[in-house]
Every structure is written in C-alpha cells, then in structure tokens.
C-alpha cells in the first residue's frame, strides 16, 4: 500500500535520502467538507462506488455529529445539536486510511491525488495524522523516556508525560509496551513515541515483534490546514514527517564538559542525530501566512479555474464575457492591495533596469 503515499515506482519509505526500515503514513484523516451532497462526497470526493457504502438514518457518530454513511472504518457524519453548520465531516482513522488505499489503489490514484480533489471544495481539516514506523528500530523508547526523565530533551512542546502500560505477574512486572507523549492532548500539535510491536501484539494477539515502534505527528485545525499545503507543494509524506519532528524536538546527552550548562550546547543523542541525518526543519506555524501573489496564484489554479472554466464556456454560449464582470465587480481587500502594490514597484523596477540596459546598449 506505500506505493498509495506516491506514485510508483518511488514509494516514500523514509525521507527522500531513502532510510533505512522507515515507512512514513497518513494515519487520520478528518475533513471538514460544506454544502455538497452526500452521494457527491461518495461518488465524486472518495470516488467510493455507492454499492459500498452502508447508508444510515441516525446513528451515533462523533461528539456533535451523527453517523450518515461508512464502509467499515471510513465514515461520513453531519453535525447535530450546537455543531450545527451546512456540510459533512469524512472522518478515517488509522485503519480507516488503510481501508482507504484500496479504492486508492482501484482508482490508480495516491493520497495527493485525493487531497489535491477535495481541496477543490469548500473544506477544513480538523485533524490530520502522520505516523513513522520504524523497524531498525533507531531509537529505544524505554531510553527516550529515560532522557525525559533526566532532563535530556529539547523541545517546544511544554507538556511531556509517559504511559507504560505494566501487566502484573505474579511477584514481577512484565512490560507491555511504553509510550512517551509530547505536547498536551487537547493542542493543535502533538507527538507520540510508542512500541508499536506491543500494541499490536496486545489488541490482535500477533506475535510480539519487540522491534517496532511508531513515532505518530497529530496536527489540528490550523496546523492541519498547513501540513495539508505542505503535502501538496513537497508530495513526499516521510521527508515532511521527519522535518517537523526535527524542527520540534531533539533527545540530548550530557556534555563531557561539566562547565557547559545550556540545553542548546548539549551534544545530541546518537541514536536521534543518525535519524536525523540530512533531515531539513519545517516550521508549520499556527499564526496565518503573510499572503503572497504565488499563494493566490496556486490557491485560484486549484481550486477555483475549474469553476471559472465553466462560466467562460456558458459565456461563449450566451455571448457575454462573464469573467471580465466578475473581474469588473470585484473588489481587493486590504491584504490584496498591498500585495498588488509590492508587485507593481517591482513591476516597474524592472522596466526601469529595462529601459536603461536598452539605453546603454
């Protein structure tokens, strides 16, 4: 299913620097879609045939919501009571994404190729997850939490707990798996280092594979949007994975020199700079982006041309130039003026150059 995250034959295992025994996932996928019909989210969002899916009257969803339709763990839901607003919620969780890669795969399409489609419409992204699995493994959990513990982290996230979930038997403790949290629950960013081999050999009764852990990347609302930009401009789910990750936190060891005492001149963990190697930052800020004219540009290239497309050809039909009506009623705001402003002094710096370099020559 990798193949799902890009198009063959590259199929994004690790950052682009190809790491070793790291596959990079979308793990939860909620979108927020408003005023289209439920058949059209099926049919033309999630391109899932209708035959598939299980159509509800009222059925318990989500907080606020109530369940309309779902094929297994790929549900589609429309707030009731306070959370009423004119639209729908695509909720996939982890094995819900999974689900999803197969009618992925039947369309010959990729998760850009969704995203791209759904960005056309009027949408949101309340939550978008991303997760690392790694089976090197390159990092030891147990180790991580230890270095919390001691002190030997170095983050922007201000809220760091562990769960180690022990089983009693008899007169010992036999591990379970552990996990370390990073950032609070109920914030728009968080980071959770887990073993995964435990989960799954608890909840499926699989053979324990102590060698698998899972790093997971949870983004909201606003940061969600961001990451979801971001996917679309770099189309490469691990490289994104790993640079947020690097941008937010870094595991540390003690400095032989006992003088130094800043966190920021610490020596890095190991085991953390090898899995950081040649791994970039990138900074999803929760404040808006300064809009620029190539921001404009591609947010009127994908999700508005298709729109505009169709008035010219009626337009040709009645003989009226719609667009130039548009265009003729329409009026920038102040954000628009300024960035209309910056582009005409630049404009007419280069005519200015132009007509000199002409005038030399």
């Given at each position: 299913m990798q193949a799902l995250i890009d198009k063959p034959p590259?199929?994004?295992?690790?950052?682009?620097?190809?790491?070793?025994n790291l596959t990079a996932l979308i793990d939860w996928c909620q979108i927020t879609v408003k005023g289209v019909d439920i058949f059209k989210i099926i049919e033309d969002i999630l391109r899932i045939p209708s035959k598939f899916m299980e159509l509800h009257g009222k059925k318990k969803g989500i907080a606020g919501h109530e369940l309309v339709a779902e094929f297994d763990n790929i549900k589609i839901l429309r707030p009731t009571g306070d959370a009423q607003y004119d639209g729908s919620q695509i909720l996939m969780s982890g094995?819900?994404?999974?689900?999803?890669?197969?009618?992925l795969l039947l369309n010959k399409e990729t998760w850009f190729?969704?995203?791209?489609?759904?960005?056309?419409?009027?949408?949101?992204?309340?939550?978008?997850?991303?997760?690392?699995?790694?089976?090197?493994?390159?990092?030891?959990?147990?180790?991580?939490?230890?270095?919390?513990n001691e002190g030997l982290i170095s983050s922007q996230l201000r809220d760091i707990s562990e769960n180690r979930s022990d089983k009693l038997k008899e007169d010992e403790i036999e591990a379970r798996g552990k996990t370390l949290y990073l950032g609070s629950k109920h914030s728009?960013?968080?980071?959770?280092?887990?073993?995964?081999?435990?989960?799954?050999?608890?909840?499926?009764?699989?053979?324990?594979?102590?060698?698998?852990?899972?790093?997971?990347?949870?983004?909201?609302?606003?940061?969600?949007?961001?990451?979801?930009?971001?996917?679309?401009?770099?189309?490469d789910v691990a490289r994104i994975a790993?640079?947020?990750?690097?941008?937010?936190?870094?595991?540390?060891?003690?400095?032989?020199?006992?003088?130094?005492?800043?966190?920021?001149?610490?020596?890095?963990?190991?085991?953390?700079?090898?899995?950081?190697?040649n791994v970039g930052k990138i900074k999803l800020t929760m404040n808006p982006e300064k809009k620029t004219l190539e921001r404009t540009?591609?947010?009127?290239?994908?999700?508005?041309?298709?729109?505009?497309?169709?008035?010219?050809?009626?337009?040709?039909?009645?003989?009226?130039?719609?667009?130039r009506q548009l265009v003729e009623q329409g009026q920038m705001n102040e954000e628009q003026q300024r960035i209309y402003e910056d582009y005409k002094k630049s404009f007419l710096l280069r005519e200015e150059e132009r007509r000199i370099f002409d005038s030399e020559y």
């Amino acid at each position: 299913m990798q193949a799902l995250i890009d198009k063959p034959p590259y199929t994004n295992r690790g950052a682009t620097r190809q790491k070793e025994n790291l596959t990079a996932l979308i793990d939860w996928c909620q979108i927020t879609v408003k005023g289209v019909d439920i058949f059209k989210i099926i049919e033309d969002i999630l391109r899932i045939p209708s035959k598939f899916m299980e159509l509800h009257g009222k059925k318990k969803g989500i907080a606020g919501h109530e369940l309309v339709a779902e094929f297994d763990n790929i549900k589609i839901l429309r707030p009731t009571g306070d959370a009423q607003y004119d639209g729908s919620q695509i909720l996939m969780s982890g094995s819900g994404c999974r689900n999803y890669e197969n009618f992925l795969l039947l369309n010959k399409e990729t998760w850009f190729d969704f995203l791209e489609r759904v960005c056309r419409y009027p949408v949101n992204f309340p939550r978008i997850d991303l997760a690392i699995d790694d089976t090197k493994p390159y990092l030891s959990i147990p180790e991580l939490i230890r270095l919390k513990n001691e002190g030997l982290i170095s983050s922007q996230l201000r809220d760091i707990s562990e769960n180690r979930s022990d089983k009693l038997k008899e007169d010992e403790i036999e591990a379970r798996g552990k996990t370390l949290y990073l950032g609070s629950k109920h914030s728009d960013f968080r980071i959770t280092f887990y073993e995964k081999g435990y989960e799954q050999a608890e909840k499926f009764g699989k053979e324990l594979n102590p060698d698998w852990n899972r790093y997971e990347l949870r983004f909201r609302h606003k940061k969600a949007n961001r990451l979801v930009e971001e996917l679309l401009k770099d189309r490469d789910v691990a490289r994104i994975a790993l640079s947020v990750l690097n941008e937010k936190v870094r595991f540390l060891q003690k400095p032989e020199n006992s003088m130094i005492t800043r966190k920021r001149l610490y020596p890095t963990y190991p085991p953390w700079e090898e899995l950081m190697h040649n791994v970039g930052k990138i900074k999803l800020t929760m404040n808006p982006e300064k809009k620029t004219l190539e921001r404009t540009w591609r947010w009127l290239n994908v999700a508005v041309s298709p729109s505009l497309k169709l008035i010219d050809k009626i337009g040709e039909l009645d003989n009226r130039d719609y667009i130039r009506q548009l265009v003729e009623q329409g009026q920038m705001n102040e954000e628009q003026q300024r960035i209309y402003e910056d582009y005409k002094k630049s404009f007419l710096l280069r005519e200015e150059e132009r007509r000199i370099f002409d005038s030399e020559y």
